[in-house]
């Protein structure tokens, strides 16, 4: 049996919410066999390290075939099926589409969400720039009035930012899943996704809230930590909640 195989059947409809299940589920197989899991997370972290020490563009690249390699590996544990570090090559195999839809999920969301902050914070400051000061160096009797009325549009904005940032990577959550258990092109697997979480979104977006949650608190005790358990838990929760919506068979080449 390929080890990309799926043994899960088709789900039933039930509660609405059933992250808390995917999440237990993502537990129960990456702690069922945690030896299998250091190879691959070691792998990952090791290489996302030195793609970052070579600046941005290089770790933006590896981090679609790196995280594709890593759900290929959640999902056959998932599925009760061996995995080994080889498995992440899945994502190599497919490294075209995996760094195509990594730029679209990451790269691109984020600079929208900063030229959303950049753009007024920049005019504001400039603004302030060009009133000035009074000759006695006190400051024009806008300035304070002005300033803060830029950090609460600033601040505001940010929140509208992340909450939109957040939204739309719940929307693109099983496009790397997508692609490291079908072989699907980008646009296809943002496809299915996109129509897919349209269906109990909440419930989307607090797996990938919870599951984000738990790599911070992770990293934030440890970075290795973070490498071995976090990273890995969240693709094996992110993999329990794709078997349950799209109970997939064997993969397309």
């Known amino acids: 049996m390929s080890h990309f195989e799926s043994r899960t059947p088709p789900v039933a409809d039930g509660p609405y919410f059933r992250c808390l299940e995917h999440f237990e589920t993502g537990m129960r197989a990456m702690f069922t066999r945690p030896s ?21 563009l290089p770790g933006l690249v590896v981090q679609g075939p790196l995280s594709c390699g890593l759900y290929a590996c959640a999902l056959a544990a998932v599925r009760g099926l061996p995995f080994e570090t080889q498995t992440l090559a899945r994502g190599w195999e497919l490294a075209g589409r995996s760094i195509v839809a990594a730029l679209w999920v ?22 302030l720039a060009y009133l000035g000061t009074e000759a006695e160096g006190k400051p024009a009797p806008l300035t304070l009035p002005l300033m803060l009325g830029l950090w609460l549009q600033v601040g505001l904005l940010g929140i509208v930012a992340m909450l939109g940032l957040s939204w739309f990577h719940a929307r693109a959550l099983f496009v790397l899943p997508l692609i490291a258990d079908r ?31 738990v790599v911070a ?37």
């Open 36 to 56: 299998d899991w250091i190879g691959p997370a070691l792998v990952f972290g090791g290489l996302s390290i030195i793609a970052a020490a070579c600046c941005c």
């Open 106 to 127: 990451y790269l691109v969301p984020g600079l929208v969400a900063f030229v959303v902050i950049a753009l007024p914070l920049a005019g504001g400051m400039g603004l």
């Open 183 to 213: 072989g699907l092109a980008c646009r296809d697997a943002f496809h299915l996704s996109w129509n897919e979480t349209r269906r109990r979104f909440w419930d989307v977006w607090a797996l990938h809230l919870l599951g984000g949650l």
């Open 217 to 253: 608190m992770t990293s934030q005790v440890c970075t290795p930590l973070g490498v071995l358990i976090g990273l890995p838990l969240y693709h094996c929760v992110v993999a329990a909640a794709y078997e349950e919506r799209f109970s997939s068979g064997a993969i397309a080449a």
